[in-house]
């Protein structure tokens, strides 16, 4: 092996070793502590939201796995870089390990449900990669087959080998130590109560293609700021709710379900969700009405928004008004059946309709505060994003799909459509910008759920364009006007482009 190859697989021997100690020290004081994740929670902080825009459109539910393994890659490159250089210069290896704990500390160290103990997994993972640094790299020259004498320090290269097996193993041993075990075994041990209060269940169209009328938990989008789940078992939960209202309350896990439960079908939305995109889904909720519990706190007069945070510290800011005006929010316990899944909250998340989710659906519930919007700017505001956020009358082709080629004669064409809280009235198809016509509707329970449609189209030969249009409640006909999600949501018709033959 070449000196210069044989330093680089050092450096990201060293790499190795310190991100694994830190992933397993990282187990024993909180896993968002490890350095990486920290790191990629701050470049979620920072990063500007065309580039957020991108990678949600461009990546969907991967988009954090893709940041995480480009923070991965690129301290992979440093790495071997810095063995390189290291080689000669050790001093630039100690230096690159320093830099690189100090910002794993100071990272994670900003995350809001920090405590000072969160430092120290960057601080040791930084330690132990000097100390396999100054053992891989010795003091004698190194030297090439014809015994030439090459500047720089000789690689101790089975010591990479072994540097990058325990590397391995005590990551190994990080990730099953601070994964979600406990977790699935916590909400697999929860026994959901009955619901006092049971909504009636919708029924879907029989379409091939056409997206099922209850979203099942697996399939759900998520989009969250969470790199690492947060860790909130139901024996340690506690929901505080504070700040203005006359009778402060502090909830356990169990006394949410000792109370009377509701259970209603709601379509939650992000606001990130393009033109024709699929960040929707429809769900049978279970959980406390918030409109209830705000009523026994007692909100104090100027109290006009609902600040909600998750265990790691996100935060959402919802009108006070919405969640009293007589909707089905709610403080949710359960999803499609069965406690709520970890991504999605468990154990306890809100949901209130009619709004996109960074305004309404905060997971990992643990606190309410009554507060005022002109007191407080919730994550997704603070990021100039609108602070109140009803949801857009929306449509969607599921199918046929685009590009595809179908027959010539009759079509099915299918998708859904939803406006919250206000309901969808009408769905309309048109091909190749001609007449719109009417599709036929899902029967509906109510205006919180989206609604499946179906069109049958006698599909001509060429090349076709289909566009869709909805209706809502009150009247208001879809925008065709093509609108970006910044800030309040897109607006837009979709359409797609196939052919028949």
């Given at each position: 092996m070449r000196p210069t190859i044989a330093a680089a697989s050092a450096g990201i021997a060293c790499a190795a070793v310190a991100v694994a100690t830190a992933q397993l020290a990282a187990a024993a004081v909180a896993p968002g502590s490890a350095p990486i994740a920290a790191i990629g929670a701050a470049v979620v902080d920072a990063v500007p939201e065309p580039v957020k825009e991108f990678a949600i459109r461009t990546f969907g539910a991967n988009d954090k796995l893709v940041l995480l393994a480009g923070i991965g890659a690129a301290l992979a490159v440093l790495a071997a870089a810095t063995g390189v250089v290291a080689r000669r210069r050790l001093w630039v290896g100690y230096a690159v390990l320093a830099l690189l704990g100090g910002a794993g500390a100071a990272a994670a160290l900003t995350r809001p449900a920090a405590s000072p103990w969160w430092a120290l997994p960057s601080l040791a993972g930084a330690a132990c990669g000097a100390v396999v640094l100054a053992l891989l790299l010795r003091g004698r020259p190194d030297r090439e087959a014809e015994g030439r004498a090459v500047p720089g320090r000789a690689v101790d290269r089975r010591g990479v080998l072994i540097a990058l097996a325990g590397a391995g193993i005590a990551g190994a041993a990080g990730w099953r130590l601070g994964g979600t075990g406990d977790l699935e075994a916590a909400r697999s041990a929860v026994d959901l109560p009955e619901p006092a209060s049971v909504g009636p269940a919708g029924t879907g169209l029989d379409v091939d293609g056409l997206t099922p009328y209850l979203t099942p938990n697996a399939d759900f989008y998520r989009v969250d700021t969470a790199l690492v789940l947060p860790r909130v078992l139901p024996e340690d939960y506690r929901l505080r709710v504070f700040g203005r209202v006359a009778n402060p309350m502090?909830?356990?896990?169990?006394?949410?379900?000792?109370?009377?439960?509701?259970?209603?079908?709601?379509?939650?939305?992000?606001?990130?969700?393009?033109?024709?995109?699929?960040?929707?889904?429809?769900?049978?909720?279970?959980?406390?009405?918030?409109?209830?519990?705000?009523?026994?706190?007692?909100?104090?007069?100027?109290?006009?928004?609902?600040?909600?945070?998750?265990?790691?510290?996100?935060?959402?800011?919802?009108?006070?008004?919405?969640?009293?005006?007589?909707?089905?929010?709610?403080?949710?316990?359960?999803?499609?059946?069965?406690?709520?899944?970890?991504?999605?909250?468990?154990?306890?998340?809100?949901?209130?309709?009619?709004?996109?989710?960074?305004?309404?659906?905060?997971?990992?519930?643990?606190?309410?505060?009554?507060?005022?919007?002109?007191?407080?700017?919730?994550?997704?505001?603070?990021?100039?994003?609108?602070?109140?956020?009803?949801?857009?009358?929306?449509?969607?082709?599921?199918?046929?799909?685009?590009?595809?080629?179908?027959?010539?004669?009759?079509?099915?064409?299918?998708?859904?459509?939803?406006?919250?809280?206000?309901?969808?009235?009408?769905?309309?198809?048109?091909?190749?910008?001609?007449?719109?016509?009417?599709?036929?509707?899902?029967?509906?329970?109510?205006?919180?759920?989206?609604?499946?449609?179906?069109?049958?189209?006698?599909?001509?030969?060429?090349?076709?364009?289909?566009?869709?249009?909805?209706?809502?409640?009150?009247?208001?006909?879809?925008?065709?006007?093509?609108?970006?999600?910044?800030?309040?949501?897109?607006?837009?018709?979709?359409?797609?482009?196939?052919?028949?033959?």
């Open positions: 502090e909830l356990t896990f169990q006394d949410l379900l000792d109370r009377d439960l509701v259970e209603r079908e709601i379509t939650i939305s992000c606001v990130s969700n393009e033109v024709g995109g699929t960040l929707a889904g429809n769900a049978r909720w279970l959980g406390v009405s918030l409109a209830e519990l705000l009523a026994e706190a007692g909100p104090e007069p100027g109290a006009d928004q609902v600040v909600s945070r998750s265990a790691d510290g996100w935060t959402a800011g919802t009108p006070t008004a919405v969640c009293t005006d007589g909707r089905d929010a709610l403080i949710a316990v359960g999803m499609n059946g069965e406690p709520l899944p970890l991504e999605h909250g468990f154990p306890v998340r809100m949901i209130v309709p009619g709004l996109y989710g960074y305004v309404s659906a905060t997971k990992w519930l643990t606190e309410i505060e009554l507060s005022s919007f002109a007191d407080f700017d919730a994550y997704w505001v603070r990021r100039d994003w609108a602070a109140e956020a009803p949801i857009k009358t929306f449509s969607r082709i599921d199918t046929p799909k685009p590009l595809k080629t179908v027959p010539a004669g009759p079509t099915a064409v299918a998708g859904v459509a939803w406006a919250q809280q206000r309901g969808i009235a009408r769905v309309e198809v048109r091909v190749d910008e001609g007449p719109w016509n009417d599709a036929d509707l899902a029967p509906v329970i109510g205006n919180d759920t989206w609604r499946q449609w179906q069109w049958t189209w006698e599909a001509e030969p060429g090349r076709r364009k289909l566009e869709v249009r909805a209706t809502a409640g009150d009247g208001e006909v879809q925008t065709g006007e093509r609108v970006t999600p910044f800030p309040d949501g897109a607006t837009g018709w979709h359409s797609v482009v196939l052919n028949a033959e």
